[in-house]
């Protein structure tokens, strides 16, 4: 492991005005930053621990719930109001990791833990984009059974790890964040980018800006979280779907989808949704309205068989929330 000096925020005002410097890196739980660090994929010159930002998780007089970026991620999933309103972010979390990485990882670190894959890993033997721009990507025509669908460029095809970050785009949540011009708020689904010709850049976060809360407003929905692996614990999603559906009379009144394990980013599945509002809820529409957000995807020569695996965990999933015909 590089040597590195470490450094203690008294607060996100100091943690930012530390966060600025050259190579410097936040650390909250450090389940994804001090493993990379042991691989020396990371390297950062500094570690500022943030683990005094808030761990609090309020219910606001309009129904949204504040949840502090310092909040461990077992005590997000047990939380009386996210698993009654939430239970599609609830039973995210308990699918993503083991209960020791749950009990130590944050809420913020898991929406900035790096989008990877095995040859992200292997800085000896493999070449990555992500890790040198303009060295290459070996994934592409490599063993790719493991990446993306859609959002995939000629540069990276890794899919984005987090289940945590299916069901927060799902949620509508809101990402607030401090940084050296003040405070923003971003939404979750606009936080992180396309790997397109910068897949070295995750997310749209600039040098120093710290994620301090996330918002999830009323959802008003039934929601839940499925998870396809290769096993059935602790291994990253071939296929997920965070799903909330409202059907009224037969008709689809009102979804939220997005989808894991298919995209470079958390993905939410705009044109599946548009394509469901206002139709009858049968397996016959759903399974249409899982084609119609697939039309985009580019399969390399190990994954095609997730386009069919999405589309039936899809299916499954919105008939389980909403019956069908």
Request: with cysteine; proline share 4%.
């Amino acid at each position: 492991m590089t040597p590195f000096t470490f450094a203690r925020a008294v607060d996100a005002a100091d943690a930012v005005r530390l966060g600025v410097q050259a190579q410097a890196k936040y650390l909250g739980g450090g389940t994804n930053l001090v493993d990379l660090m042991r691989e020396t994929v990371e390297t950062p010159a500094t570690l500022i621990d943030v683990t005094g930002l808030s761990t609090a998780i309020e219910e606001q007089k309009d129904g949204t719930l504040l949840i502090g970026a310092a909040v461990k991620n077992t005590a997000l999933a047990a939380h009386p109001a996210v698993r009654e309103r939430f239970p599609m972010l609830s039973r995210a979390i308990v699918a993503g990791a083991s209960a020791q990485i749950r009990n130590m990882a944050t809420v913020g670190g898991n929406i900035l833990q790096r989008t990877r894959c095995t040859y992200f890993y292997d800085h000896d033997g493999a070449r990555c984009n992500k890790r040198n721009l303009g060295q290459g990507c070996d994934a592409i025509d490599g063993f790719n059974r493991m990446h993306a669908l859609l959002g995939g460029s000629a540069l990276c095809v890794a899919t984005h790890p987090s289940d945590m970050c299916v069901a927060l785009a799902a949620c509508d949540a809101i990402v607030h964040v401090r940084g050296v011009d003040g405070v923003r708020s971003i939404a979750l689904v606009d936080l992180h980018r396309l790997p397109e010709d910068r897949p070295d850049l995750e997310t749209v976060l600039a040098p120093g800006d710290l994620i301090t809360a996330i918002s999830l407003p009323p959802l008003g929905l039934r929601s839940t979280y499925r998870k396809v692996r290769d096993r059935s614990s602790y291994a990253f999603a071939l296929v997920s779907v965070a799903a909330a559906l409202e059907v009224q009379d037969g008709i689809v009144r009102d979804v939220r989808l997005a989808l894991g394990g298919v995209g470079t980013k958390p993905w939410r599945a705009w044109q599946a949704e548009a394509a469901l509002r206002g139709q009858p809820a049968t397996e016959a529409t759903f399974r249409a309205a899982a084609n119609v957000e697939l039309a985009a995807a580019q399969p390399l020569r190990d994954n095609a068989f997730k386009i069919a695996l999405v589309q039936r965990t899809i299916v499954a999933v919105l008939a389980s929330l909403g019956g069908a015909a």
